[in-house]
């Protein structure tokens, strides 16, 4: 990867990435600490800063992110841009900016990604102006740098809507998952009951998950039979007019 003084910086444009990860229980967003400035306390945000003249947008998200958190060439969409005049306008937002670029005052339009990632296939490690990065439930998630909250929200919204319509929650699934797991992501991400007859049914009747001949072990209960997804079904689904789960 070149270095930074190899090239201008675009004082006005930036990206910023809502990553999402599942650990069986809980939906989580991949949050960085920045180092502190004086006089005010350390702020979670997401991973972004501004992108290079020389590189368009999505090769700049996955600069970023593997630059703050160690992840490169993963699956990211927009979510949107997001340019209120006042985004940057928060005293400790200031004074971190005054401390780390050279124009802390230009306005700055950021361009949103999100994406799903399988928390067992990274591990985060924070480096740059980034002092930590950590996995983070989103039911912890009050407050945030910027108008990172408002970003957040907005990704949030988008993965909800698009859960019901296309099957990116194995995403978040290593890839092979009991029917109880799938279960559970789909309710943590719609925030609220699915009935598990009715979400099993549809989900067998639909065959975009295929039985594997393996089981659980180690487990405190009886073992649960392992799934895998069926993409060439799911595709089938769609060329056949399929648009949505009904959940």
Known sequence: MESKNK??????????????????????????????????????????????EDEDLDMAANRILNELTGLYNIFLEQVGAFGNPHRLSKASDQAWLKAVRQKPNERVVTIAYYSLVNMNDYQPQASSFAKTACWVSVHEINELAFDHFEIYQAALKKLKNKIKTQPIGFNLLPEKFTLSQLHRLYEVILGRTLDK??????????????SLDEKQEGVPHKPSQFFKFNELNYNSLIENGFDNFGF
């Open 197 to 210: 007859r009715n979400f099993r049914r549809k989900m067998l009747k639909l065959k975009i998950v295929e």
């Open 7 to 52: 090239h201008q910086l675009n004082p006005r444009i930036s990206a910023d990435c809502v990553i999402f990860g599942f650990d069986f229980n809980q939906l989580k967003v991949l949050l960085i600490e920045r180092e502190p400035v004086e006089g005010f306390d350390v702020s979670l945000s997401l991973p972004g800063d501004l992108i290079f």
